[in-house]
């Protein structure tokens, strides 16, 4: 699985300042330490506004760091010139612009500028290049298509194939997921991380998608709204309850539990007792119970049970002598037992 | 950039380009067949008066039309470029009128020897400082637009402050004209019409290496221009020193533009249709092949308005910026409408699928 690399870091920060100069301004977020090796999936989480933005163009140097240093493949970003930093981390940033004619090609052989002529002329091995990064996100057969008509997740995978064609030991994504559906977003979370894996390249990535990053990342990289970063693996961050800490707001909260976020009103707040086979029929009552903000019990505990069953192929209840079928029936009820 | 089969338009268009060319000799108050242009053209005609009208008058004329047409539309192009809009261009946003700015401070508020003799007395050298003032003209509000761009993304309120900058230099104009003599306000009444005719034999020189000086830049910067399609951010990410490649891309707009208004007026229009007109005729946005491919069309929009500028015949001539306005402004409302249709679609679309949490 993963192979960590043997060459330079690709990414280090040492105590690194980040924000925008000015006079009086304090830095957003000081002190930053970090290390992604090859092979390494990072993913970078925090509510709006904690600085992630900062943190990422800071640094692949799009924005100076106030103080600290950023090294790239062992060389502190200040003595890399721009062209040669094109050739050690690749960007991809959702910014929308009108690609006019640009084909998904075209896109992807992007990331051959840095190696290209004056002219920007493609060779033999550059044009097999970018086929096989076209391929690796899965748009193999459209590369003629024109990428102002491709879906928003497709787009998103074509800058990823022009990230991967431009060979970089580290590639940084800012919020690859923004604007893309569930299964899309899955899509580009299990892309990256095959690029850590079996790629081997260190890969760096922000997201506002925590379900997904506790599930895919190697690291997570927690900005709370403090702008204090806290890295670890996610389940630690998790456990700790630093995730809980960077995110509970008013009106929801963090469940380590299940590692989602959930309401923070109680609803019914029933104590119940799932009785019954185990199996996806009582998984998802528990699930219900959930989320009407019910509290379920151990067995033998002082709670009303629920028995479910299966009647006629369909999930039944009962609760109290009463006898339902179907989870929104058994919700009905639920809310008619109401305490109040 | 992988290359579309853009040889073919290329050749169809220099093609329309060489026979405009010819009509436009042949065209006007006197009609010249097309034996006698060619015969004129290679030194034996048998008639002198058509050698001369052919020599003196129209080849110049026409050559300028070329140049120009090309020139604007280049110009054009790199502005559509470096400031993702469309409807961005030499005249729309505010150049054509910095441009004037300048050529108004040389003519009229040139010294006691200043004026129509500045130019007719100093010939090319007269029209050389009248380029410089107009390519400093352009220089200054492209800067000024830059540095509000900087700060400003929406394509519409740059074109609005384009639009500010132009009456700007309107007032600061009619404020020199009110104080100029007659004389000179006349000799900047007539160039403020826009004509191809102007430029004479020995004044060609100038304006054709203003031109290629213009286009050297430009197809120096056709890496990063490229580049610059999909941002800026982006195309520094690819190692582009995206400060110096705008800046030279628009030093070489501002030659251009500025060039082709000191000598044929404020052109309107073709720098925004042409460039548009090339990407749809070559279905591609890879400045490689558009630079020539906006050159062949402007210089085949321009030849063709200045045909049609001599449709009268018998001696009258119609001003030029009509005619391409009547052309041109068609054209970019069209473009403007399907733009911002388009830009409807996209906002929807990604209302629809904002992200939680």
């Known amino acids: 699985m993963r192979a960590p690399g043997n060459g330079p870091l690709p990414l280090r920060a040492k105590k690194l300042a980040i924000g925008w100069k000015g006079r009086g301004r304090e830095p957003l977020s000081s002190g930053i330490d970090l290390v992604v090796d090859s092979g390494d999936f ?86 097999a290049l970018v086929e096989r990064s076209i391929a690796a996100v899965g748009l193999a057969g459209l590369e003629d298509r024109r990428f102002s008509e491709l879906s928003d997740g497709e787009r998103q995978k074509a800058l990823v194939a022009r990230a991967i064609a431009q060979d970089c030991p580290l590639l940084v994504l800012d919020e690859p997921t923004a604007f893309l559906d569930a299964p899309a977003r899955v899509e580009i979370f299990h892309l990256a991380r095959v690029l850590a894996h079996s790629g081997g390249k260190a890969v760096v990535f922000s997201t506002h998608d925590i379900d997904q990053a506790l599930r895919y990342a190697d690291t997570l990289l927690l900005m709370d709204r403090g702008h204090r970063l806290e890295k670890g693996a996610p389940e630690d961050l998790a456990v700790s309850g630093a995730i809980g800490r960077a995110f509970d707001g008013e009106s929801f909260r963090f469940d380590v539990s299940t590692g989602s976020f959930r309401s923070a009103e109680r609803g019914i707040g029933l104590k119940v007792e799932l009785v019954g086979p185990e199996g996806p029929i009582k998984d998802w009552t528990g699930r219900l119970l959930e989320r009407l903000g019910c509290t379920v019990c151990r067995a033998g505990s002082e709670a009303s049970a629920i028995r479910v069953s299966l009647l006629d192929d369909r999930p039944a209840f009962e609760l109290g002598g009463r006898l339902v079928q179907g989870y929104s029936e058994l919700a009905r009820l639920l809310e008619e037992l109401l305490p109040d | 950039m992988k290359k579309v089969s853009s040889i073919l338009p290329l050749v169809a268009l220099a093609a329309a380009a060489l026979a405009l060319f010819l009509a436009d000799l042949a065209i006007g108050s006197v009609h010249i067949p097309l034996a006698g242009v060619i015969q004129s053209l290679e030194n034996r005609s048998p008639d002198p008066v058509w050698k001369s009208i052919v020599l003196v008058f129209r080849l110049p004329k026409a050559i300028t039309a070329a140049l120009a047409g090309g020139a604007l539309a280049v110009s054009g192009l790199i502005l559509q470029t470096v400031f993702r809009n469309p409807l961005a261009g030499p005249d729309s946003l505010g150049i054509g009128a910095g441009a004037s700015i300048g050529v108004a401070l040389v003519v009229l508020a040139a010294g006691s020897t200043g004026g129509a003799a500045f130019l007719a007395g100093l010939g090319s050298a007269g029209y050389s400082a009248l380029a410089l003032a107009a390519s400093a003209g352009a220089f200054a509000v492209l800067f000024l637009i830059l540095i509000v761009a900087r700060r400003v993304e929406n394509s519409v309120t740059l074109l609005i402050i384009g639009l500010l900058i132009g009456y700007l230099a309107g007032s600061l104009v009619s404020l020199l004209v009110y104080s100029g003599s007659p004389q000179k306000v006349q000799v900047y009444l007539g160039w403020t019409y826009g004509s191809f005719s102007a430029v004479t034999a020995d004044q060609l020189p100038v304006l054709g290496g203003a031109i290629a000086i213009g286009y050297a830049l430009t197809l120096g910067a056709t890496k990063p221009l490229n580049a610059l399609l999909l941002g800026e951010r982006f195309a520094e990410t690819l190692g582009v020193r995206v400060k110096g490649a705008r800046y030279r891309a628009l030093t070489a707009a501002a030659i251009l533009a500025g060039a082709v208004t000191a000598f044929c007026g404020p052109v309107a229009f073709l720098g925004i249709a042409a460039p548009q007109a090339a990407r749809r005729v070559f279905r591609s946005s890879d400045h490689a092949v558009l630079i020539p491919g906006a050159a062949l069309v402007g210089a085949v929009l321009a030849l063709a308005a200045d045909i049609v500028s001599q449709a009268p015949g018998q001696g009258s001539v119609l001003p030029l910026n009509p005619i391409l306005a009547l052309v041109g402004a068609p054209i970019i409302l069209s473009l403007f409408i399907r733009g911002s249709r388009a830009q409807g679609s996209r906002d929807r679309g990604s209302r629809a699928q904002g992200n939680v949490p």
């Open chain 1, 42 to 127: 990072a993913v970078l989480v925090g509510p709006n506004g904690s600085g992630k933005s900062t943190l990422l163009r800071t640094l692949v140097g799009l924005q100076p760091a106030l103080s600290g240093s950023v090294e790239l493949c062992g060389t502190e970003l200040r003595r890399i010139s721009v062209e040669e930093r094109a050739t050690r981390v690749a960007c991809v940033f959702t910014d929308r612009a009108d690609s006019g004619y640009l084909s998904v090609f075209d896109v992807a052989a992007f990331g051959r500028y840095p190696y290209t002529d004056s002219r920007n002329r493609l060779g033999p091995e550059d044009a």
